[in-house]
């Protein structure tokens, strides 16, 4: 089926038709659809998972931390960058290049191409406040390891170094400066003096991919060199592993910005590369949310805990002798001292109490607090005893 624009472009004659390859149904081809699916669905998973992130911290944890501060505002800048790749597909950016030559009109072309220059300014900084939220959670992991906040250090710097790099590749592309990329079948090539397209991004895609490698190799080597219960290393090998799948997300950029370079229908790669560039911001802020689904997922475990303990109580028929079991506190404990901690106990129901210990830092610290949960068998101490106990209680 013909698009109607491409319809009218040769109503208006701006089509060839001296070269065999354009036709009406070549020109109408478009992946589109799929592209702007991608994006909405990557961006909807993100945001879910980010605002599970934000409910944990202000909810269960009770501490809204830098690094949350810096992810909400990356979330935002995000939410930009997404629309401007929807305004971009919209316009036709991501079909052939004879498309984008002889169906859109010369107006049309340099707006997408002023479009994109300010979707990519904001995609460069918004990958590098992701980075930063990253950097500012692993600091506050590692507070106590001085090796490790100065490794972070370091690597903020780096950070910050590519970061300026390559947002001024791109802000700087031509002189003068100008959000147009002209193309070289367009009169304004003769105005400006642009660097090559393919050279920006495949640099800007390659230090991408390098700052990704520094960035998660920091709990690589919490891994290997803290020494950590093997539990706490398992936890940490979970929360790398998102990391590693930015990285293979930032590989695949890399590539598409090479096709989209050296081969000569390059724009037909463009919608792929922005659903790409959607999918490492919301990789990247995903990946940095991980350990903060723990108290989440740790009261949800208390809970069903909870719950199934009370359906086996003892008085239920899986329960029964329970409360006949002999304690293994020592006799000195009064009966009093004795209520009291299981009072403790039943209170916390189960699960880990206090900031400290439910925040993400117990992913390096191992908890402070252990609560034992005991069934007293109030038979097996000699009236005789606890009513001297509590005389003694009493005086």
Known sequence: MVAIDVAQAYADGRVPTNISYITPDYLSESRDGPAIAGILAIYIITTVLLICRFTSRIFIVKSFGLDDGIAAFSWICYTA???????????????????????????????????????????????????????????????????????????????????????????????????????????TDRTYKCLNWGVVYVTNSGLSLVNDIVLFSIPIAMISILQLPKSRKVVLAIVMLPGTLVIGISCARLWLCVVGQWRTDGSWYYDPQLVIEVAEIGGTLIA????????????????????????????????????????????????????????????????????????????????????????VDMRSIPMARLRRDSEYQIQ
């Not at 809970?303 to 020592?330: D, L």
């Not at 210990?357 to 069934?375: E, G, K, Q, R």
Request: contains cysteine.
């Open 81 to 187: 960058f997404m629309a401007l790749c929807l305004v971009l597909i919209r316009e036709g950016s991501g079909r052939h290049i004879e498309y984008i030559q002889y169906v859109l009109t010369m107006p049309e072309v340099e707006q997408t191409e002023i479009v994109d220059y300010a979707a990519h300014l904001i995609y460069t900084a918004t990958l590098y406040f992701c980075r930063l939220s990253g950097l500012a959670f692993f600091s506050r992991l590692c507070s106590t390891h001085p090796t490790f906040r100065i490794s972070i250090w370091a690597c903020g710097f780096f950070l910050t170094a590519a970061f300026i790099v390559q947002f001024l590749l791109i802000l700087l592309h031509c002189l003068p400066v100008t959000g147009l990329w002209p193309y070289a079948w367009q009169t």
């Open 288 to 375: 940095l949310s991980v350990p903060s689904y723990k108290p989440i997922l740790s009261r949800w475990y208390g809970q069903m805990k909870s719950t199934v303990g009370v359906s086996h109580g003892p008085n239920s028929r899986y329960g029964e002798g329970v409360s006949n079991r002999k304690s293994s506190i020592p006799m000195l404990w009064g009966p009093q001292t004795v209520d009291s901690k299981l009072k403790t106990s039943i209170q916390s129901g189960g699960q880990t109490t206090g900031s400290r210990a439910s925040s993400d830092n117990s992913l390096i610290d191992p908890d402070d607090n252990i609560y034992v949960t005991t069934d």
